[in-house]
């Protein structure tokens, strides 16, 4: 398996991507730990599913994918080293960080008040960068090899009216990506973002309930449907893999076509 002896950290995996990577990530073999800040439910649905694979595998006990939950919230610094922290001392070393944790608030942009804009930038962006501060100290201090794989959007490079703080912090996060693989390459740790278009997802149950606009945004995805998680997990399982060792610094857009074939609704 891909994965065997890895420890990887998953934000926000209570739902959506975040809870479909954590379990494939637990499929190739590595241990996993879920981190929610409102959803301790779906916490542990993620860690049913962890553990029912990690039960299916036949290896070692020591080696089988297991999984811990800690609650966390990514905009506040503190708790996002607490939770680093936290899956270092229980797994005894941490290998892949997965910044998926993300949210987006709806405003035209002369409406965007700043309690939004600091709750949308602290998640999305603050929490991710310091997310992956502490686990590049925690490489550095062990001299071991990571990766690191931010799951931005395609509105990294995409306007999204209505959306300007959302497009801002995957803006930052492209420019993360870029600026982290030169700091850290030297070090043998790799950061890339996997940039999902529209996925069939807790974030988009508006959209998934307007027929309307559902059809509208179909009509620009080439592919003909809305991604599912499963689509954007795969690739990030391979990006944590010692198969994806020589990339770093790139984005990988998973949109069935969106980004080149978008007309603005
Ligand atoms: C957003 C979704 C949106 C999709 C395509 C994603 O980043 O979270 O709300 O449907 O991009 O525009």
């Given at each position: 398996m891909k994965l065997d002896g890895k420890v990887a950290l998953v934000t926000g995996?209570?739902?959506?991507i975040g809870q479909a990577i954590a379990v494939k990530l637990a499929s190739e073999g590595a241990k996993i730990v879920i981190d929610y800040r409102s959803h301790p439910e779906g916490a542990e649905e993620t860690l049913r599913q962890v553990n029912e694979i990690g039960s299916q595998c036949h290896l070692s006990k020591d080696h089988a994918p297991e999984g811990y939950t800690v609650k966390a919230d990514l905009g506040d610094v503190e708790q996002v080293r607490a939770l680093v922290n936290a899956a270092i001392q229980h797994f005894g070393h941490l290998d892949i960080l997965v910044n998926n944790a993300g949210m987006e608030r709806h405003a035209p942009f002369w409406e965007v008040r700043e309690a939004d804009y600091d709750a949308v930038l602290n998640v999305n962006l603050k929490g991710a960068f310091f997310a992956a501060q502490a686990l590049t100290q925690h490489l550095i201090e062990t001299e071991r090899p990571g990766k690191i794989i931010n799951i931005s959007s395609v509105h990294e490079e995409l306007p999204f009216p209505n959306f300007a703080p959302y497009c801002l912090s995957k803006g930052g996060m492209k420019m993360m990506a870029r600026d982290l693989a030169v700091e850290l390459g030297p070090y043998g740790i790799t950061i890339n973002n996997v940039a999902p278009g529209a996925i069939e997802t807790p974030i988009n149950t508006k959209l998934l309930n307007d027929a309307e606009k559902l059809g509208a945004l179909l009509q620009n995805i080439p592919l003909n449907r809305l991604g599912k998680s499963e689509d954007i997990a795969t690739l990030v399982a391979f990006l944590a893999?010692?198969?994806?060792?020589?990339?770093?610094g790139s984005t990988f857009v998973v949109d069935g076509g969106l980004l080149w074939n978008y007309h603005e609704q």
């Open positions: 995996s209570s739902q959506g893999s010692d198969e994806a060792n020589y990339i770093t």
